[in-house]
């Protein structure tokens, strides 16, 4: 061997195997491993930061943020589907400004105009 062995394969896990002796004496065998005869597990060299990132998934903020962004992104989704902005007619930044610039304008009168009560009609 060129390279000694460090214990992660190409894909950047690491693997271990349980011995078939352990196994075979475990109670839960028949549900962990029914058609193999030892178990393996196989652990990415960033589970760690896997796992972290899910721990902060079931937080409060993070939920929290989740249905912010969900608003952002509904109204961007908006721009693009119904006033038709997924295409920017204006050339460089300064007319891709002014015509975003002009698309959330739209979007906030629109929005404004539902605010607004309606008056009955006078007749």
């Keep these: 061997m060129r390279q000694p062995r460090t214990g992660v394969c190409k894909d950047g896990a690491t693997r271990y195997y349980a011995s078939k002796h352990d196994c075979?004496?475990?109670?839960?065998?028949?549900?962990?491993?029914?058609?193999?005869?030892?178990?393996?597990?196989?652990?990415?060299?960033?589970?760690?930061?896997?796992?972290?990132?899910?721990?902060?998934?079931?937080?409060?903020?993070?939920?929290?943020?989740?249905?912010?962004?969900?608003?952002?992104?509904?109204?961007?989704?908006?721009?693009?589907?119904i006033m038709r902005l997924d295409r920017l007619r204006l050339r460089g930044p300064n007319g891709a400004k002014d015509e975003f610039l002009l698309a959330a304008t739209v979007q906030n009168l629109r929005k404004l105009a539902k605010l607004v009560p309606m008056m009955p009609n006078a007749t």
């Design 24 to 81: 075979s004496a475990c109670a839960l065998k028949p549900k962990c491993t029914p058609n193999v005869e030892a178990r393996r597990i196989a652990r990415h060299k960033h589970e760690d930061a896997r796992d972290y990132a899910r721990g902060l998934a079931k937080t409060d903020a993070y939920i929290a943020s989740g249905y912010a962004r969900k608003k952002v992104e509904m109204l961007f989704a908006h721009l693009k589907r």
